[in-house]
């Protein structure tokens, strides 16, 4: 029986995410969270897809991210999916930074490890909790190829303009500062898909991706090849988000040292998680801002428009940068739900080319479609994306090289 499973591991801080793919027909075995890692009311949630069985859901302290790996083994042992299984062929870790260094998949052995660890000031959240995750992967299955697929490596095909800041050679280069992207296993998988959805292959597309979530970022896509993209050094840059103000003018923050006093640790806080829509109007889910904007709330209303405001701006951007546009593809949890945040967003487009087909663009739905006008000259997508199953197939592939 040769293996054909894999089993993808999103660890955060203090949550590890995962899901169980057979990638013979992409489906989902199993998928869970443990979140509250290390608190006394740890969470471990387990839905046994694959039997179709009810959600598992245990509270209790997980002490650390080794714990929680245990129980992830423990709730897929149970359903007969256990990480000791022959048919497990690889487990796929996603990793935030891979710098400049990961453009591709890897397989991660000590050399590798040692490289995501010396990416950490780059990533000082997030790479520490992912290189955990790998850590206590390979202890618990020390033979089986552990795979690490980076959140930077969709946009190493960046040229350097789009790439670089205007910043002092010397300093941008001593300390790496660079725009290196985020959420490129989403832009690569909705740009394929999106490539797919017009009949066409991906090398003969040019694509915007739009993944609105509560993290939001926007890509040009020419010939499948990231071109460029809104998140820049770190995951601030660009749109608004949910509660990351997105681009400010970086003057904002020596005003909020010398004259607001506050510390840089204060700014950070402010800037990533009490801006975007939650600082502009106290909530940072769309549905609740619609919800008060149909009250005639001119503080969500506001929100909303600022965050539409960004959306076209860059928007506007990436068709300059392309040249031709091919379609404009919106996805997560925003792009691929709220229909206004699509009609609002083209608006007025209509010069470009742009435009959404009222109908269609309220038609909720699972799969890949299109929103535009038949007759559109760039056509409007909605792509759900699926970063699991991406990771999965990029992993897979890597091993059954
Ligand atoms: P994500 O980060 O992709 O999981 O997206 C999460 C965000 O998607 C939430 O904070 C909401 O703002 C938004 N969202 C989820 N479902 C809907 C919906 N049905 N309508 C509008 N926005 C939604």
Known sequence: MSATRVLVLNSGSSSV????????????????????????????????????GETRESVGPVADHEAALKAVAEELSRDGLGLDSPELAAIGHRVVHGGRTFTEP????????????????????????????IRTARALRPDLPQVAVFDTAFHTTMPEPAARYALDVATAD?????????????????????????????????????????????????????VDTSMGLTPLEGLVMGTRSGDVDPAVIFHLARVGGMSIDEIDTLLNKKSGLIGLCGDND?????????????????????YIHRLKKYIGAYCAVLGRVDAIAFTAGVGENASEVREAAVAGLETLGLAVDGALNAVRGDEPRLVSP?????????????????????AYALVKK
């Open 286 to 306: 769309m549905r609740e801002i619609r919800r008060r904007i149909d009250a005639a709330d001119e503080e969500a209303k506001l929100a909303f428009d600022i």
């Open 174 to 226: 001593e300390h790496r500062i660079r725009r290196y992207g985020f959420h490129g296993t989403s832009h690569a998988y909705v740009s394929r898909a999106t490539a797919r959805l017009l009949g066409k292959a991906p090398e003969d597309v040019n694509v915007i991706v739009l993944h609105l979530g509560n993290g939001a970022s926007a890509s040009a896509v020419r010939g499948g090849r990231c």
């Open 17 to 52: 995410k995962y899901q169980l793919l057979d990638m013979r027909d992409s489906s989902r075995l199993a998928a869970g969270l443990v979140e509250r890692i290390g608190e006394e009311t740890s969470r471990i949630r387990h839905t046994p897809l694959a039997s179709g």
């Open 374 to 394: 038949a007759d559109a000259r760039v056509k409007v997508a909605v792509v759900p994306t699926d970063e699991e199953l991406e990771i999965a197939a990029q």
């Open 106 to 133: 890897t397989v991660i052995d000590d050399t590798v490890l040692a490289e995501i660890e010396r990416l950490i000031p780059l990533a000082p959240l997030h790479n520490p909790a992912n290189l955990t995750g």
